[in-house]
């Protein structure tokens, strides 16, 4: 039961969807490693059926409203993440980078990060098809880059959030890696893209943070979304999940 507690808890924390009370963030951060595929399908799902339903109302327009749909459904806490980390990467001295981080106000930085997501986010919407599994998939691997990073990199000093799933994770998140192979689409470029991407985060993580935090966390899962759903529509449309459901017919 407690197994099953830890593991629902996913869905409330790193969404507004509420699951199950009174769990705390350890038991929250030991099964952390398995939360870009329950949360990552579930807001998946919800993102298709949005668009699929607002798709027959307003037209292609509906895809500009994936980008609220989706903040609202991740209560808006990822992007806090986005923000703050913008602005701590404007400051070059690092005690008062690390400050950035927990400061509630919104500098030009934390602005400018912004609008790269927004268009960013414009860009993958107008150029999408729409078809559930890159939806999926994007929910789900921009989530994988975060446990990734918690789990490799050491937290920062003030990062208390960052420090539990670290150690928490341990060396779970090779599982949450061979899992996530299952949601690549079959293409060099995609796979190129996730290497690329993966390892900025992780320079900024260790050259300009010096550690993981659970802003740096929120700030991967935003900006991974609208990259990897790009990426996913110039890829091979053929995904190994796919491939092993068409068997099934």
Known sequence: MRVLKGILAQISFFTIIPSVRNVTLE???NYAFLSPFIVGFITGVIDYFFLKITYHILGTTAFLLLIPEVEIIRGFHHLDGLLDLGDALMIRDYEKRLKALHDVQIGAGGIGLLLVY???FIVAVLNFNLSIWPLISAEILSRVDAILLLGTIKPIRESYLGKVFHERIGRKWVITLILSVFF???SI???LLFLATLTVYSLIALKVLRGSSGDLAGAVI???FPIYLLGL???CSYYF???LLSTFH
């Open 241 to 243: 999940i796919s491939l």
């Open 233 to 235: 529509e110039k890829s």
């Open 184 to 186: 690549f689409p079959l």
């Open 222 to 224: 935003t900006l991974s």
């Open 189 to 191: 470029f995609f796979f």
């Open 118 to 120: 927004v268009t960013l």
């Open 27 to 29: 038991e929250i951060a």
